[in-house]
């Protein structure tokens, strides 16, 4: 009976033993060296996934506008808001902030309000987007105007959007060639806005090219390259 009572309590007293100091220190060390290791990664492919998206509603812009051009022969924006020029080869710029499109968003997403002004007449949806609480990867409708609405890439920034009704396509704003076919681009500035919004169309990012073979880069022209090879286009993949 004694011998029985020290076997339970040898027992009792192993089943309530816990970690030591030191065992919690190395699973500890462990689990942030996991940590450590795995954070790159996971960070990584979550900006590839946001790049993804951001690449995806930029062809979602494009192919909505397109179409809508093919429905009524013009493209998805007010010429009373945003009137091609000469001075700007005959194309429009227009940002996805809101206010700034030119009505774009309003036509492509069936939220016109003045029925007796419609351009979609037949009221289709050209892009659907869920709206958004914050300006990030969707419509979001500015609380202050009630009605207009801008659409936002996955870090919190417009897109930028180019329509030209040359047979010949637009005119890239970065190397000032024109894309063939091609009547609506659209980009993303890329991650956290690193990316380049042109200055002036269309030849921001052109460079001479007798100064380019001639002359070296100056620190302002590198960064400004550096800055566009983030954006995130609609025409075109960038090898990063």
Same mark, same amino acid.
């Given at each position: !009976? ?13 089943? #309530? $033993?816990?970690?030591? *100091?030191? @065992? ?94 419609? !351009? ?13 609480? #914050? $300006?990030?990867?969707? *419509?979001? @409708? ?99």
């Amino acid at each position: !009976m004694l011998e029985y009572a020290r076997m339970k309590m040898t027992f009792t007293t192993h089943q #309530k $033993k816990g970690f030591t *100091l030191i @065992e919690l220190l190395v699973v500890i060390a462990i689990l942030a060296t996991l940590a450590g290791i795995s954070s790159p990664i996971i960070m990584s492919q979550m900006e590839a996934a946001r790049e993804s998206t951001a690449r995806k509603t930029c062809l979602d812009i494009v192919e909505g506008a397109t179409r809508f051009r093919t429905d009524y022969g013009v493209l998805p924006f007010r010429t009373d808001e945003a009137e091609p020029t000469e001075e700007n080869n005959y194309q429009v710029s227009l940002s996805t902030e809101v206010g700034s499109d030119a009505g774009m968003l309003a036509i492509l997403t069936n939220r016109e309000e003045d029925d007796d002004n419609r !351009m979609n007449t037949n009221k289709d949806y050209y892009i659907r987007s869920d709206v958004q609480e #914050k $300006k990030a990867e969707g *419509l979001y @409708e500015d609380p202050a105007t009630g009605d207009l609405v801008g659409l936002y890439d996955p870090w919190g920034k417009p897109y930028y959007v180019l329509m030209c009704e040359e047979n010949d396509g637009c005119t890239d704003p970065f190397t000032g060639k024109k894309l063939r076919g091609k009547n609506c681009i659209a980009y993303s500035l890329g991650v956290n806005g690193t990316g380049k919004a042109p200055e002036t169309l269309p030849t921001a990012g052109k460079r001479n090219k007798k100064d380019k073979k001639n002359t070296e880069m100056t620190i302002e022209e590198e960064e400004a390259e550096e800055a566009i090879a983030d954006n995130i286009y609609s025409w075109k993949k960038v090898n990063k």
